[in-house]
């Protein structure tokens, strides 16, 4: 079974500096891992996926995140954030369908000016 | 190409009655998967059509019920509503293969009175 843990529920930062969000996972099989961003309301839109390859994964709006196999870890980072950032960060995985995507709790980044 | 497209955004809907949601793929996919988000339980899967035929379920009761047509266009039914299925419900698509990526909805935010 697959299963993702967000450590934590919100983030608050201020505005240029820079933020880690947690994420680690579970999982029998190879994983396939993303980080999604909810605006208020609104759909899920991918920061960023690992299917393979480089532990160093880079996505849209300067967002990275690393794999870590033997931590079991995910952690997204920014080194300087924007108010636009404030939003809801959801961390996931699947398999290499994507057809059921299995979500952590999320996490809230709030920017503060 | 266009995104994927639920309808309809908004609906208020009373106990006991029933309801059905509408998904519309990104031309070419063949996969549609829905979610159901709630502040309390967070992102959870409720089932994906593939070709017509459901291939994944989540745990859900027999209330939530979907099926998939030809043109790939997926409905989601929920029959019997409770107050507990006031919801965001989101799909996402994907073309069907391997190492893919999902595209989602903008969601339609249910509430049963």
């Known amino acids: 079974a697959q299963s993702v843990t967000q450590l934590d529920s919100q983030v608050p930062v201020f505005e240029e500096a820079p933020v880690e969000l947690r994420c680690n996972y579970s999982s029998s099989v190879s994983v396939y891992l993303f980080w999604y961003v909810q605006y208020p309301n609104q759909g899920l839109q991918l920061l960023l996926k690992y299917l393979s390859g480089s532990t160093l994964v880079k996505g849209i709006n300067g967002f990275e995140a690393e794999f870590n196999k033997s931590q079991t870890s995910f952690h997204l980072r920014k080194p300087s954030v924007h108010i636009s950032d404030t939003a809801e960060y959801f961390c996931?995985?699947?398999?290499?369908?994507?057809?059921?995507?299995?979500f952590g709790s999320g996490t809230r980044l709030s920017i503060r000016p | 190409k266009a995104g994927v497209t639920q309808t309809p955004r908004y609906l208020i809907k009373t106990r006991g009655q029933q309801v059905t949601l509408s998904c519309s793929p990104i031309s070419g996919h063949r996969s549609v998967s829905w979610y159901q988000q709630t502040p309390g339980q967070g992102l959870q899967f409720l089932f994906e059509?593939?070709?017509?035929?459901?291939?994944n379920k989540g745990n859900f009761p027999g209330r939530f019920s979907g099926r998939q047509f030809s043109n790939s266009r997926s409905e989601m039914n929920v029959s019997t509503l409770e107050l507990g299925d006031s919801a965001l419900y989101l799909c996402?698509?994907?073309?069907?293969?391997?190492?893919?990526?999902?595209?989602f909805g903008q969601g339609t935010r249910l509430t049963v009175v």
């Open positions: 996402a698509t994907t073309e069907g293969g391997m190492n893919t990526e999902a595209f």
């Open positions: 996931a995985v699947s398999d290499s369908s994507a057809s059921k995507i299995i």
């Open positions: 059509y593939f070709s017509e035929t459901q291939r």
